[in-house]
């Protein structure tokens, strides 16, 4: 019966060419064309690599860092195709800003790449908001490095990675700064503190990439989280009194229920960004040590746990191990080296998950929709410039005096003849 079924079938496809093949020849050319008008556009978009290296007394916390986010948004989102005919004619997708921070042997660096014509404008606002930076344009540093995969295992060394993704909906935030504060200063926190602390216990030779790569999101991101705050709210109880000539309705609703409703309402109150964590341990073999990557940075992130709310893990489409009896069970040693090479071009890269062609056609969204989105509150938290409270290792570069203003119209900034140490000046 499904031999004759096939047969049927291959039959059915062999009489109707005519119509399927042109369709499906005109979809391939469609696709492939905006592949290679995607391309296109990236190629030109001309991108600068900014250090910006931190003065040794800073009392401004994470929420400057949110003042920066905000600033930018609109900048960002000036850059995401107005109409669909734009991605899909032109390739035109919405340009990325990439925050880093980075251990090159046990001294932290904080990076951002962003495209040339907003590096002024990036400065300007960082400047507003942390008044005693020290910002400098230098190369990218993982150009120190071997271009691809191969080549790095080639040369001994060996990498771990992966992305960090929420356990839930995006809509419900996670731990953020604000829990961090305290009236007393000896009470004081800084967030960020227990990562920059891992990162400056690494060996001379070993090194760990984290990149925060953003995008602005729509304001289709705030439509569900309400309609998420609707559904926690119809679940809700209701109890109604009748006594005398008026009637009177209760909400049975608990403490956790309420504070749950409003996390959500105010995280959807700040702009979000579409935000990619990802990030790469790379060590020579002798002194690769795998858990630092697998636990250590899960572990710094654990902090933000909001147990009724929203937390991180990994990626476990993309870290880099794979265990053999575990979906998809074949071949795990071949796909752990294809995801290696995957997430270390990706890395370099700095690539960002395109919308697929269909999905653009239907929602003009050029980039991918499955990237978990955090606001700026949230972005704050886990990237801004340590404070005081953590300045205390000699593990960062940072800015030994304050500096006063020039006079008008001297160049401010120039590119120093410091360079990171590195495998390819080694």
């Known amino acids: 019966m499904e031999t004759q079924l096939t047969i049927s079938l291959f039959k059915a496809a062999v009489t109707t060419w005519f119509i399927w093949l042109p369709v499906l020849s005109f979809l391939v050319l469609v696709v492939t064309w905006l592949d290679y008008k995607r391309t296109i556009f990236i190629a030109d978009v001309e991108y600068v690599f900014l250090e910006v290296r931190v003065p040794r007394e800073i009392r401004r916390g994470p929420k400057a860092m949110e003042q920066l986010f905000t600033s930018i948004y609109s900048i960002l989102n000036s850059t995401v195709p107005s109409h669909i005919i734009?991605?899909?004619?032109?390739?035109?997708?919405?340009?990325?800003?990439?925050?880093?921070?980075?251990?090159?042997?046990?001294?932290?660096?904080?990076?951002?790449?962003?495209?040339?014509?907003?590096?002024?404008?990036?400065?300007?606002?960082?400047?507003g908001c942390?008044?005693?930076?020290?910002?400098?344009?230098?190369?990218?540093?993982?150009?120190?490095?071997?271009?691809?995969?191969?080549?790095?295992?080639?040369?001994?060394?060996?990498?771990?990675g992966s992305e960090l993704v929420l356990m839930?909906?995006?809509?419900?935030?996670?731990?953020?700064?604000?829990?961090?504060?305290?009236?007393?200063?000896?009470?004081?926190?800084?967030p960020i503190a227990t990562l920059v602390e891992m990162l400056s216990k690494l060996q001379?030779?070993?090194?760990?990439?984290?990149?925060?790569?953003?995008?602005?999101?729509?304001?289709?991101?705030?439509?569900?989280?309400?309609k998420v705050v609707e559904g926690l709210r119809t679940q809700s109880s209701k109890t109604t009194i009748i006594g005398g000539e008026s009637t009177v309705s209760m909400v049975d609703r608990t403490p956790g229920q309420t504070d749950i409703i409003k996390a959500i309402e105010r995280n959807i109150s700040k702009p979000g960004y579409y935000t990619v964590i990802r990030?790469?341990?790379?060590?020579?073999?002798s002194i690769y040590n795998k858990d630092l990557a697998r636990t250590g940075i899960p572990s710094a992130f654990n902090q933000y746990q909001a147990q009724t709310l929203?937390?991180?893990?990994?990626?476990?489409?993309?870290?880099?191990?794979?265990?053999?009896?575990?979906?998809?069970?074949?071949?795990?040693?071949?796909?752990?080296?294809?995801?290696?090479?995957?997430?270390y071009d990706s890395f370099i890269k700095r690539s960002f998950p395109e919308a697929p062609f269909f999905k653009q056609l239907f929602t003009g969204q050029t980039l991918s929709a499955d990237i978990p989105i955090f606001n700026t509150e949230e972005l704050a938290t886990l990237y801004h410039y340590p404070t005081d409270i953590v300045l205390t290792a000699p593990s960062m570069k940072r800015v030994e005096s304050k500096k006063v203003g020039p006079p008008a119209g001297l160049p401010i900034f120039q590119e120093t003849g410091d360079s990171i140490q590195g495998f390819k000046n080694k």
């Open 168 to 190: 839930t909906d995006d809509v419900y935030p996670i731990r953020t700064y604000v829990e961090f504060e305290s009236m007393d200063e000896y009470a004081q926190l800084d």
């Open 130 to 160: 942390y008044a005693d930076l020290e910002i400098a344009v230098v190369p990218d540093y993982t150009e120190r490095m071997p271009s691809t995969y191969a080549d790095l295992a080639e040369n001994n060394y060996e990498l771990w």
């Open 204 to 226: 001379v030779e070993e090194e760990l990439w984290i990149q925060f790569i953003i995008v602005p999101a729509g304001m289709e991101w705030r439509a569900k989280g309400q």
């Open 310 to 343: 929203n937390a991180f893990r990994h990626d476990f489409s993309v870290r880099t191990q794979t265990i053999w009896h575990k979906h998809p069970y074949f071949f795990p040693t071949w796909r752990l080296l294809q995801r290696r090479k995957s997430i």
């Open 86 to 127: 734009d991605g899909l004619l032109y390739g035109e997708i919405a340009l990325t800003m990439s925050f880093e921070i980075v251990s090159i042997g046990g001294e932290v660096h904080f990076f951002i790449k962003t495209p040339k014509k907003f590096k002024n404008i990036l400065e300007a606002n960082l400047f």
């Open 279 to 285: 990030y790469v341990y790379i060590a020579p073999k």
